[in-house]
């Protein structure tokens, strides 16, 4: 995990130039445009929640046109040049989750069944962020925020 998101300085793609702001992006970081690269980003933009990579192999868009070992690759590349990151624990399966310039989630991670659920709040770190800024002169300061536990469904099942 070599990358960790996107500065804020990076301009917010606008909606509908989303795909093709992202498949240049690639094309920048010597990423060959190809159709598996295509569908991959194509389908994590219309999913918004963070999604497995076994779940992600079987979609049938994707299983008509690369392997699952390519999904992993590709993802992992994404990864590399900070367009996607992984979540979860090596215990359970990583979940990939696109990351679009400008846009922001913190995540609430079960460590029993591994489900990862976006957090529908205020984030409590943006103030903080722009605290340490100030105080530290640090620039295109960014947080990743994951919080786990067990989630009601597994607590019921105790």
């Excluded at 992993?72 to 990351?99: C, D, H, N, T, W």
């Amino acid at each position: 995990m070599s990358s960790h998101g996107h500065s804020h300085s990076v301009p917010r793609p606008r909606p509908g130039e989303q795909l093709e702001w992202m498949l240049n992006f690639c094309r920048e970081h010597r990423m060959r445009r190809t159709q598996a690269l295509r569908e991959l980003l194509r389908y994590l933009l219309k999913h918004d929640l963070p999604i497995s990579w076994a779940a992600l192999s079987r979609e049938p868009e994707i299983l008509a046109i690369c392997d699952p070992s390519s999904v992993f690759r590709v993802l992992v590349k994404l990864e590399e040049i900070g367009l996607v990151r992984r979540m979860g624990s090596p215990a359970r399966s990583y979940f990939f989750k696109l990351q679009v310039p400008g846009e922001h989630h913190d995540y609430l991670i079960c460590t029993d069944c591994g489900a990862i659920g976006q957090l529908d709040m205020e984030c409590p770190v943006e103030k903080l962020e722009k605290r340490i800024t100030a105080e530290t002169g640090y620039r295109e300061l960014y947080h990743e925020l994951d919080f786990f536990g067990v989630c009601p469904g597994c607590q019921r099942r105790v």
